[in-house]
């Protein structure tokens, strides 16, 4: 599929001067599914504005448990904390979904940030949204159903894709989540028996939206929320 820069939310969203700068910097690129593009202490040269693609920021643990921090796709970017001084990421980001995305040199961002006030607004207000998405994810993985954090997964997950299907593993889906894979394996039988999902050889394709919002906890009405008035 065919994407131009645009069909990123912030790339979209930049003052036209700083499109006409920045827009022949960005290389595009094709991300496979489990493409580790970012690894955890390693120093960041580039960032990614996901075209089509879904990338989730992951924090694994020295025994060898892992655990989504957020999840990005064409609403945003990875790697945004460069623009606050980083030059490093504590976590690893993977691609979940495959598809299109841009890349960008940290120094090419860098220097817009700091030179351009419309630039800094819009990235240090979707550095906020991020912070939300962060802050929820610690909440409902300590404190909600596996149902309900499975429902709020698909439902950032597919806010930040174009289509209403999911290509994804149980297993990938429990790694993410922190849980065991049995226990995603039942939660995701038990929203296909109510008809909200179809889940066959790894593909998932939403029924009925409404239904899985109302079966989802508060956390992902406030991420959403949050992320709309900030990027908007």
């Not at 906020?128 to 994810?137: D, G, L, S």
Request: aromatic share 4%; hydrophobic share 40%; net charge positive.
């Amino acid at each position: 599929m065919k994407h131009g820069p645009d069909r990123n939310n912030l790339l979209l969203r930049l003052p036209q001067k700083v499109k006409q700068r920045v827009f022949p910097q960005l290389r595009q690129i094709e991300l496979p599914r489990e493409k580790e593009i970012d690894t955890a202490g390693e120093k960041v040269k580039s960032v990614y504005f996901p075209a089509d693609c879904l990338i989730s920021l992951t924090q694994d643990t020295l025994d060898g448990h892992s655990s989504q921090v957020s999840v990005v796709g064409h609403e945003g970017l990875v790697n945004i904390a460069i623009i606050m001084g980083a030059d490093s990421t504590p976590s690893r980001a993977v691609v979940v979904s495959a598809g299109t995305a841009y890349r960008l040199p940290t120094t090419d961002l860098k220097r817009e940030f700091e030179n351009d006030a419309a630039v800094r607004m819009l990235l240090l207000r979707y550095f906020q949204a991020v912070i939300t998405q962060v802050a929820h994810n610690a909440v409902c993985n300590r404190h909600h159903a596996i149902d309900q954090q499975l429902c709020r997964w698909l439902l950032l997950s597919l806010d930040r894709l174009p289509t209403n299907e999911l290509t994804m593993t149980q297993e990938s889906i429990a790694n993410m989540l922190g849980v065991r894979r049995e226990s995603v394996t039942e939660a995701a039988g038990r929203l296909q028996k109510l008809g909200i999902i179809r889940y066959h050889r790894g593909r998932i394709t939403v029924l009925d939206r409404p239904r899985l919002e109302a079966l989802c906890c508060e956390c992902y009405t406030v991420v959403k929320k949050e992320a709309d008035r900030l990027v908007a």
